[in-house]
């Protein structure tokens, strides 16, 4: 009797394992079909990989908001424009090798600052919508609306540009991608810190079964709070922003006067091994001092 008991006992357990087993094979292959389903759109969509050239390009340009039918457009623009301001340097002026250099160098600098405050503009107006998309999320709540219809309506009474984001969440919905991983990559997108807190508050209601209607009205006021204090944040932010400007400027125009002011001066900036240290060590203090800087700043909006 013993015996068949733990014979009994030891099936039943390998049978509870085997089903456990089952259960996350059948998971990770559906999880293999959605990412191969995401995967096999990019492909078709010819998206490149964010990690290539042309996919950071793609995706910067992306997030700033500029469509462009081909998709490797912002990496052969990232490509042509140094190489046609390179050539503007080494043959027109200053006419040497620093010159084209650094004339490519600004250049490339110059267009992915540009990209850049494209998107930062960008995602602060998508900000400033998020208090009417709650609105909008509440009403259809009050209509008995489930939240992922609640959420999903919103694609088309919204404005641009949190309305293209929105229509990509409702094409994530369309393949099959559930709702919490749809607003998972919906905050991946929009990288602002009231999205993802409001991502995360909606995705913990959902998954808890809490009323989303009062939670969502409490999300507004805080959104509201929040956008407003950060307002004054960027605010004091701007007032150090022109000093920060001057100063990274002067530097490489004070050097660029000195480099071309006279053929002693380029001798000595060129010189082995005083001059080139002299040059890294310059480069290596800018380079840090604009670091510092750029940190004091964002402790500031991180306050």
């Not at 293209?164 to 997108?189: K, M, N, W």
């Not at 082995?272 to 700043?297: E, H, N, R």
Request: proline share 4%; with cysteine.
């Amino acid at each position: 009797m013993c015996g068949l008991l733990i014979l009994f006992f030891c099936l039943g357990v390998g049978r509870v394992l085997t089903k456990r087993d089952q259960n996350e094979q059948f998971h990770n292959m559906i999880d293999s079909i959605t990412r191969s389903e995401i995967a096999l759109e990019r492909q078709d969509a010819n998206i490149p990989d964010p990690k290539t050239w042309y996919g950071y390009w793609y995706a910067l340009t992306s997030r700033s908001g500029l469509g462009f039918t081909n998709t490797s457009t912002p990496g052969l623009l990232a490509i042509g424009l140094p190489m046609f301001f390179f050539g503007v340097g080494f043959l027109v002026w200053p006419g040497d090798i620093f010159g084209g250099i650094g004339g490519a160098a600004l250049a490339l600098l110059g267009l992915r600052g540009y990209f850049i405050s494209k998107s930062k503009a960008r995602l602060k107006a998508m900000e400033k919508q998020l208090p009417s998309l709650l609105s909008g999320i509440r009403a259809n709540l009050q209509a008995n609306l489930t939240p992922q219809q609640a959420i999903v309506n919103q694609a088309n009474e919204i404005s641009q540009p949190l309305r293209g984001e929105l229509e990509v969440l409702t094409q994530d919905l369309a393949v099959g991608i559930s709702l919490d991983t749809a607003l998972q990559h919906f905050a991946q997108r929009v990288p602002s810190r009231e999205v993802q807190f409001l991502v995360s508050a909606i995705r913990i209601a959902i998954s808890s079964g809490a009323d989303l209607d009062p939670l969502v009205a409490n999300i507004q006021n805080i959104v509201v709070q929040r956008t407003r204090i950060s307002n004054h944040l960027a605010s004091a932010v701007a007032k150090v922003q022109p000093s920060i400007y001057v100063t990274g400027i002067m530097i490489p125009a004070a050097f660029a006067y000195s480099f071309y002011s006279s053929a002693e001066n380029r001798a000595f900036w060129t010189s082995v091994p005083t001059g080139l240290v002299a040059i890294a060590i310059i480069g290596f203090l800018y380079g840090l001092g604009l670091v510092i800087a750029k940190k004091q700043v964002d402790r500031v909006k991180d306050a």
